[in-house]
Structures are given as structure tokens and as C-alpha cells.
């Protein structure tokens, strides 16, 4: 069975109709003022092409992770004030997310208007581990859209999570497939099934626990898969028994065998595994910390021996990883190679970015810090391919798991 698209519902008519739609406005937010708005950006086209057909237009997302009641730290007033200096649509601004100030705004929405409802997961029934409370949620979510309702699911970021506005729901309501969820989709699976060669992975990161299983899943697929970042030290340790200071390890997965069969799980495949030949060693984690490029093999014998940490890959692996990039079809790059929040730091993911906006190939940037990395650094957005709005659900997919938001809408 496929999904219902937008195309679809917009077909059927949505005048006057009120259609909730879940999306995914989890933005960063600094002193109360949104940070990277991709995911916002991402998430109007939709609202404003239901708008513009004539519908009443009820959003629903959540932001952070509130512990089910309400909290103004996790508000999601900001996301609107940046929604409405974004779209030319006003939208308008639920207190509350199902009771008595969302049922009177919802009532009063006209035909064309945008509302956003207040952060879903101030409600402990969403993320609810117990059906019938999620299924009750999903309920009173449906009744606000009422019996001409339709639910679109446009909250890619969010469809790997079995929550009451994201699995649930879809059994409540006509339900149907969003664009910026049909997009992501399609990359993905042109990723997994049809990837144009050669295909080049580059992971990075801080922890080898998130990615693990995605590097065994497409070790298989690729045909080289780079590794940069945090992760290098817990591998670079596992596998080869190299010193690597005070640099982040996950000592729990020294003796994984997930880490210390990766060799030869790509040896398997002929797949051919990067790993950095240089590392950039700082004295300690801070913006101002005095560094040195170390060869990978030797990363305790600096100015600070054992007590230093690596924070980037070096510029001899950057040149490494780029070629390798310029010379593929295909790339997928999840994780930034060091702490490019600190500038010190930023070199190596600044590299791989640069390198993949001068790959003639298909480009795919995957992962929240990854993409905020590429605009922080100034990147035009443009010149990748496409810049994934979901972490950890890109993941998941291509560590070939189901997707409950997805399974949900009935796509095969
Ligand atoms: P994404 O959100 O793109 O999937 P992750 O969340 O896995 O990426 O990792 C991003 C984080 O990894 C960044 O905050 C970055 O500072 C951190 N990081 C990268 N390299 C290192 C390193 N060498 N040591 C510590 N942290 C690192
Ligand atoms: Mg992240």
C-alpha cells in the first residue's frame, strides 16, 4: 500500500477544511531566540500550500524535551515569531496544545490562516510508552480538527518515533504524506537502493554508539566509507591499539564487536574504510586551547603527551577525505569531523563541506549539527545536493529499521 500524498488531499479539496499537520519545528534556541531555522524554512511550504488551497491550517510539533507538562523554557513562541518574519502567511499562536485556549483558537481559524499549536510534548500522553494514552492525545488532537479533518505528516525529524502526534494520529484521521516527508524519502532511498558509483559515506560525530550501526549497514552499500570526528579515537584505540591522550572514548565498546570486526566486515564487502592520518591535538576542550597536528599513530608524543585531546582531523586527512569525495558520484555525510562550533576546530568539517559543494556528484548532508555546520560555516545550501532536516530518523531508515510515522501513513 502507498501513502496518501498532499497532492492527494489538496485534490480531494481542502477548503475550509481544517487539516492538521505534523511538523518537525525542533530548532535550536539560544536566550529565547531561534537559532538554525532549516527545519522551520523546511516546514512552511507545506503549511502555505494548504493556506493558500483554502484550509484552516492547525500545526502541531514539539520542541526539546520537556518532561510532559508545560515549561515557557521549551515554549514554542519563538518558532512562531520566526515563522511569521518567514512566510508571508500570518500564523497565529495556541496558549496551550489540546485543552480549552487550543479548542477556542482553533474554533475562531479561518480559511487560509496558519495556527500553531503549543509544544505537544507538555503533554506526557505524546511520548507515553502506553497506547491508550498516546491513542487518547491522537483523539483529542482529531477533535480540534473535527469531523472534515485530514492529518498530513510532515515531521520527517520525528518519524522514527512511535509519539501520539506522529504514530497515532494517522488512525484518527484521513491521513496523508507531506512533502518535505516525500522528499526525504526519495533521497533516501535512492541512497540505499540505487546510489550512483562511486558511493562515498563520511561519518563523524562524537559518538561511535549513534553511528555504529549505521557504518555496519552501509559498509555493505558503499563502496568507501570515511570516518572523522569524535569517533575516530574509540576505533583508532579498538582497532588499532593506538594511545589517543584524553580524547573522547566509549570505553564500552573497546571490545564491541561491532567496533573490532569493522576491518574486516569491509574486507568482506571490498569496501575501502578512511580513517584521518593526522589529528588536530588540543591542551584541553576550549575555543582558546593551544593545538598541534599529530600523526594518527602517535598522538600522545605532543607538547601535552597523554593529556591532550583531539579536536579535528588534520589538514593532511582533509586533503584525503576531499579527494576521495571529488572522485565520487554519490556522497552521504552524516557528523562533523571536529568541534566546528569552535572556530580552532572547524577546519576538517569545513573541508568536507567545501568538498562536497565542488563534487559534480549527488551530494547529501544528514544530521541536525551536520546541517547547522554547512550554514554556520557560511555554505550556500544550494550547492548540495539536499541538506536532510532529520537526524536521528535519517539514520535509523538507513540502518534499514521502521519508521512508525512513516509505517503509519501506509507507505510501503
Ligand atoms: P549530527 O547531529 O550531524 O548527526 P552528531 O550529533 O553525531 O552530529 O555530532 C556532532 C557533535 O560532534 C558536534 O557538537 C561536535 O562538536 C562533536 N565532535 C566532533 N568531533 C569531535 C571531537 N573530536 N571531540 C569531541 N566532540 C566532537
Ligand atoms: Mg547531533
Redesign the pocket.
Known sequence: MTASTLDDLLAEGVSGRTVLVRSDLNVPLSQGVVGDDGRIRASLPVLEKLAAAGAKVLVTAHLGRPKGEPNPEFSLAPVAARMNELSRVTVKRAEDLVAAAAQASAEALEPGEILLLENVRFDPRETSKDDEARSELAGDLADLAGTSGAFVNDAFGAVHRKHASVFDIAAKLPAYQGDLVAAELEVLKTLTQSPERPYTVVL????VS?KIAVIENLIPKADSVIIG??MVFTLAKAIMGYGIGK??VETDLLTDESVTGLLELAKRHSTKILFPTDMVMASRFAADAEHEVLPLESLESGTHGAEAL???IGPESAALFAAEIARSKTVFW????????MEAFAKGTEAVARALTESPGFTVVG????AAAVRALGFDESEFGHISTG?GASLEYLEGKNLPGIDALGAA
Open positions: 563523524g560525530g562524537s559518538k549513534d570526528g569524535g580524547s573522547l583531539g579536536l579535528d552524516n557528523g562533523p569531523m571536529g568541534v566546528f562550533e544530521g541536525g549539527d551536520s537526524g
